[in-house]
């Protein structure tokens, strides 16, 4: 497993960060964003270290299909029954402030579109 240790989510899954911890695997963890954009607003990230969506689907897609059926199950753990959305900005347009791939499962109330 490759990490980073300048990189925050790597710090986060080795627990040298403490995070809000709601499941996780060998290979990933979710846990709460700390500053939630939805009532119910969780990442999920691989342990070992990629940049972006990009970097992981291209090294290991079958950790990339892990991922979202992590996000899957979180949601149904959370009760979404309603709806849900899983976002993963990539790059400086998208937004993306932290450099280890992570996708957003967003729920609990009633999201717009398009994102701005
Ligand atoms: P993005 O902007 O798409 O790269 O999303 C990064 C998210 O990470 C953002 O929604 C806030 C969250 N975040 C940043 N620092 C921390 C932290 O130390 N702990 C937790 N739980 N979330 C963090």
Redesign the pocket.
């Known amino acids: 497993m490759s990490t980073d240790s300048d990189c925050?989510?790597c710090k986060?899954s080795a627990g040298v960060?403490p995070?809000?911890i709601v499941m996780e695997t060998e290979s990933a963890i979710a846990?709460?964003?700390?500053?939630?954009?939805a009532p119910t607003?969780i990442?999920i990230i691989p342990r070992s270290h990629f940049a972006d969506v990009t970097e992981l689907t291209q090294s290991n897609p079958n950790l990339a299909g892990e991922l979202l059926t992590l996000a899957s199950n979180v949601a149904k753990l959370q009760g979404l029954a309603t709806g849900y959305r899983i976002?993963?900005?990539t790059g400086e347009d998208?937004?993306?402030?932290?450099?280890h791939v992570?996708f957003?499962v967003l729920g609990g109330r009633s999201l717009s579109w398009p994102p701005g």
């Open positions: 925050l989510f986060i960060i995070a809000d846990f709460r964003d700390i500053d939630p954009k607003h990442l976002v993963t900005n998208a937004g993306q402030s932290v450099s992570h957003h």
